[in-house]
């Protein structure tokens, strides 16, 4: 596609409910990044997808969250008994995965638990 | 691994000034140091980077300077309009296959 589609653009969810982002990444980008973003606050890494190599998942925060990709395209992160704590923006990149080029992000998932 | 640094978190400039924003990084293998701007309810978009090879890169009202020897890259915005304000983010890529560490970010407010 022409750019970094993710869906919902928002959600919201009662505690203890689970929950799937989803990310479909640039046409042909190997890598596939996500972040989360609270209110105000800078991006924290997630998780990170190249290729068909095994992912970096030192970013995920509690085993509650995990994230697969599919046919090295689209990614859902999945969380699981949401707490009120996991209340931000969900935002995924991509990249070609060449080193030294910059990522493209989508718009982010605005994720609220109540 | 990686750790950028970015000065100042919040930025208030009158429009037409000029507005410079610091980032500092640890590992002196990084060669590859891109900037962000995210505004309200959207991501991030890559608006300049720069590469180890070279010190100095403009695109139009944007430019960003880097000092390998210091390990320090500066992004500056000149002629400041309202459409600049948002928040701002430098990173930076190691040599090996990390990916991009980020700074914290600068909120930009241009006063009218």
């Known amino acids: 596609g022409a750019g970094v589609s993710q869906s919902p653009s928002n959600k919201v969810t009662e505690k203890g409910k689970d929950v799937e982002l989803r990310c479909d990444p640039i046409s042909g980008h190997t890598a596939l990044y996500w972040y989360r973003q609270s209110l105000g606050q800078g991006l924290e890494f997630l998780i990170y997808?190249?290729?068909?190599?095994?992912?970096?998942k030192s970013g995920l925060p509690s085993d509650r969250f995990s994230a697969e990709r599919t046919g090295g395209s689209v990614s859902t992160l999945t969380i699981q008994r949401t707490q009120q704590e996991d209340s931000a923006v969900y935002l995924c990149?991509?990249?070609?995965?060449?080193?030294?080029?910059?990522?493209?992000f989508g718009s982010g998932t605005r994720l609220t638990v109540v | 691994g990686e750790n950028v640094e970015q000065h100042p978190s919040t930025l208030s400039v009158q429009e037409g000034d000029s507005a410079v924003i610091k980032c500092t990084y640890s590992d002196s293998a990084s060669n590859y140091f891109p900037w962000y701007k995210q505004e309200l309810g959207k991501g991030p978009q890559l608006i300049i980077d720069?590469?180890?090879?070279?010190g100095e890169k403009k695109d139009q009202r944007i430019a960003v300077t880097l000092n390998k020897t210091a390990k320090h890259f500066s992004l500056h915005i000149t002629e400041t309009q309202p459409e600049d304000s948002a928040v701002y983010f430098c990173a930076a890529m190691g040599g090996g296959a990390d990916g991009l560490t980020f700074g914290k970010g600068t909120h930009l407010i241009i006063q009218p």
């Open positions: 720069i590469r180890s090879n070279v």
């Open positions: 997808f190249q290729g068909n190599s095994a992912p970096d």
């Open positions: 990149a991509s990249s070609s995965g060449r080193i030294n080029y910059g990522y493209t």
